[in-house]
């Protein structure tokens, strides 16, 4: 499977600025996602990031507080803008093998908002 | 998407007991059941998964089980070992069909 590999591991950072996380495959995949994971909760898809195109956002997440690129078929970022200590979680990149069905996940960016 | 209710949410079994984690489903065109293991620190990694069209899957001691008719699938740890302490979660393709909707998870610890 792919391997996935995040930057950076952990970070923290101060109320009001902004973090950009990125994802680095080892392969081209068609489908790349971003989670988020709150403190001691499950994942939660923030959105879809799509080759040359603007991301397709899930219900409750804008483009404007979470920009997110994919470039080519091995790399995406996603920002954290403005951030609050709401916005404190593990984001979790994820990638879709074709037709596998499965997700396979890098270990994640641990973020704290002070 | 689809949701799936996950019991128990805490599970604590002894070393060499079995353990077994349940997952419900309300959407019956549902047709792919991956579980993952989470472990302290790391991404959720999948164990073990399984599609619709068979009722029981075995990876050395673990097992996936699926009752398509009742609408649950659930996940048999046999023989638990210290290291199998880990947060687990079963999941269910969202609307898209790629992305997953995951269960609020089970910790599970195996005391020695």
């Known amino acids: 499977s792919a391997v996935i590999s995040q930057k950076p591991s952990r970070d923290i950072c101060q109320r009001g600025t902004s973090l950009t996380i990125q994802c680095q495959v080892d392969s081209q995949v068609t489908m790349m996602f971003w989670y988020r994971q709150q403190p001691g909760q499950s994942l939660t898809l923030i959105a879809t990031a799509n080759q040359g195109s603007e991301a397709t956002y899930e219900s409750g997440f804008v483009i404007d507080k979470f920009p997110i690129s994919r470039p080519n078929l091995t790399f995406s970022t996603l920002t954290v803008s403005n951030m609050s200590p709401e916005d404190s979680s593990i984001y979790l990149c994820s990638v879709a093998e074709q037709g596998a069905g499965a997700l396979h996940f890098g270990n994640g960016t641990r973020l704290t908002v002070t | ?112």
């Open chain 2, 1 to 112: 998407g689809e949701n799936v209710e996950q019991h128990p949410s805490t599970l604590s079994v002894q070393e060499g007991d079995s353990a077994v984690i349940k997952c419900t489903y309300s959407d019956s065109a549902s047709n792919y059941f991956p579980w993952y293991k989470q472990e302290l620190g790391k991404g959720p990694q999948l164990i073990i998964d399984i599609r619709s069209n068979v009722g029981e899957k075995k990876d050395q001691r673990i097992a996936v089980t699926l009752n398509k008719t009742a609408k649950h699938f659930s996940l048999h740890i046999t023989e638990t070992q210290p290291e199998d302490s880990a947060v687990y979660f079963c999941a269910l393709p969202g609307n898209s069909g790629y992305a997953l909707n995951f269960g609020k998870g089970t910790s599970l610890l195996v005391t020695p």
